[in-house]
């Protein structure tokens, strides 16, 4: 049984439907009040207010980047958009597997399942336990790597919160300037209302990017994030009950304590399963 859940492996990835569609909605509405008004798309067009509000959000954002901070920018983005496989019923099935195989053959019996499993963090966790290191030191390996997890997490979540502060201001930015460019054609009031109403799409581009785009994305970032953390120290408790050798069913209701009811209600089926497993080899035995 393989798990594919691992950022690092051959995870099977889709297309997030709700940030896509949240996105879709978000816009879809704005663009719609605009037509209800009486409004047409080229007001919202001003190729010089993309430029101060995305070139300067960007701009200011890069400031407190550094080098690997800017290499890593697609990926961070692309997690948003891209959902990868995280199954966390399936990784509590097979760990209560490796249980009942661990306390019937041996913590070496599990040596060709560690190889064979796709999610390198629950890999390594295995290879420590079947290496028999000390489950306190175990347990300490893996949770300073879950810390520095969240610290990497944390740096591109903050990414976008910070363009979703700067964005507004560049639009407010971008206002000003466009009045005082108004203001120097003063002698043409004819020209006065048009061009008010150009200015102002800058602060309409500062507001929407970042409630629209940058503050979801970090948002989205987050609980990202969360489900990675949650699926780690369930590895890792899972893990230091194989260690300890404690019975299966023992093993399932600790790391059922991690889940939501809905989906305690997708484990049912785990104890046929084991017992399916173990009167098929009993048979094949006889």
């Known amino acids: 049984m393989l798990i594919r859940h691992s950022r690092n ?22 663009l719609l009040a605009l037509w209800l008004e ?18 300067g959000t960007f701009g200011a954002t890069l400031i407190g980047l550094n080098t690997q901070q800017l290499r890593d920018l697609p990926r961070i983005l692309r ?3 891209v959902r990868e496989e995280m199954d966390v019923t399936h990784t509590i099935r097979f ?51 879950i810390t520095f ?15 979703g502060g700067y964005a507004p201001t560049m639009g407010v930015l971008g206002t000003v300037m466009g009045l005082i460019h108004m203001m120097s054609r003063i002698e043409s009031p004819s020209m006065m209302g048009p061009a008010i109403a150009t200015a102002f799409v800058a602060t309409l581009y500062g507001v929407a990017s970042a409630n629209l785009l940058f503050l979801p994305i970090a948002s989205k970032l987050r609980a990202r994030h969360a489900e990675e953390v949650l699926l780690r120290e369930i590895i890792v408790e899972g893990v230091l009950a194989i260690q300890s050798g ?9 790391l059922r304590a991690f889940l939501s009811q809905r989906q305690r209600r997708a484990l049912p089926q785990l104890r046929w399963h084991m017992r399916d497993d173990q009167n098929t080899q009993e048979h094949e035995a006889a």
């Open 95 to 145: 760990l209560v597997t490796l249980s009942d195989k661990a306390r019937r053959d041996g913590l070496l019996s599990l040596e060709s399942d560690a190889s064979n499993t796709q999610d390198d963090f629950l890999k390594r966790a295995l290879q420590l336990a079947i290496d028999g290191t000390d489950p306190e030191l175990v347990r300490d390996i893996l949770q300073m790597e």
């Open 9 to 30: 492996s051959s995870a099977r990835s889709t297309t997030d439907a709700t940030t896509v569609g949240g996105l879709a909605i978000g816009v879809g509405c704005l």
């Open 246 to 254: 404690e019975n299966p069913r023992i093993v399932e209701q600790r």
């Open 38 to 55: 009486g409004g047409h798309l080229q007001q919202l067009v001003n190729i010089p207010a993309v430029l101060i509000v995305l070139g």
């Open 149 to 163: 997890l969240e610290e990497r997490h944390r740096q591109g979540e903050q990414i976008f919160v910070s363009m």
């Open 79 to 81: 997690q948003a958009f």
